[in-house]
């Protein structure tokens, strides 16, 4: 069964110091998102890209972060200057249409530490 | 703005017993319904959603869930728990976006089954 597989499972980083989170989603989904999960909160959503282009992003998603589809596989989350509130589980995305009614595919996430 | 609440963050059972995890959502327009569940050290999987039609959806490992939209809830039950059944469950809701839907988390519920 097509999985979204995301590396690395823990990523342990100095405050301030760039981070890059990776994903490969289902290969003919065509919608790909990032959340995260901050340590006994809930899922919040960060951002949504779509043919190449950022369909949509909350107020969390600010200038340190940006999103990325280097090639046809992969989707990363990239983090300019990591902060101590990063460290959150970040979880991938993806689905095969914006729509609701089609279910949005999660990776197992990875865990970021900043110290 | 639409939210989600979830006022149990911790439900512990025992095997073999009845369980109801609540939800209660706030909108003010049409929402759909999902409940997802995160296995320790897993991404989300979808568990079951509510689109249109009948208000009682079930999943394929015994929950089901009912819409109710005079109380906006759309409360978890499961007759009969199993010691596999030990996860976090999060509610969520999808909203209209401008290019696709967007979907908001409730902030969990941790349930733990007692042997």
């Known amino acids: 069964e097509p999985e979204v597989t995301q590396t690395p499972s823990h990523q342990v980083t100095q405050m301030g110091q760039e981070v890059i989170l990776r994903c490969v989603p289902i290969s003919n989904h065509l919608y790909f998102y990032w959340y995260r999960q901050i340590l006994g909160q809930k899922v919040e959503f960060l951002v949504s890209?779509?043919?190449?282009?950022?369909?949509?992003k909350s107020e969390i998603f600010d200038d340190q972060f940006s999103v990325e589809r280097p090639d046809g596989s992969n989707f990363t989350l990239k983090i300019r200057s990591t902060k101590l509130e990063d460290s959150a589980m970040y979880f991938c995305a993806s689905s095969e249409t914006g729509s609701f009614m089609y279910e949005q595919f999660f990776g197992p996430g990875t865990r970021l530490t900043v110290l | 703005a639409q939210s989600v609440t979830q006022l149990d963050s911790q439900v512990p059972v025992f095997e073999e017993a009845p369980v109801e995890l609540r939800c209660n959502y706030s909108?003010?327009?049409?929402?759909?319904l999902f409940w997802y569940v995160q296995y320790p050290n897993q991404g989300l999987q979808l568990l079951l959603k509510y689109l249109s039609g009948s208000t009682l959806v079930e999943s394929i490992n015994g929950f089901e869930a009912e819409f109710n939209k005079s109380q906006t809830s759309f409360h978890l039950r499961k007759p009969s728990v199993h010691i596999s059944d030990t996860a976090e469950y999060f509610c969520a809701v999808s909203v209209a976006g401008t290019s696709y839907d967007k979907v908001i988390f409730g902030p969990g519920t941790s349930l733990s089954v007692i042997p």
């Open positions: 890209f779509y043919n190449n282009e950022i369909s949509e």
């Open positions: 909108s003010s327009v049409s929402v759909y």
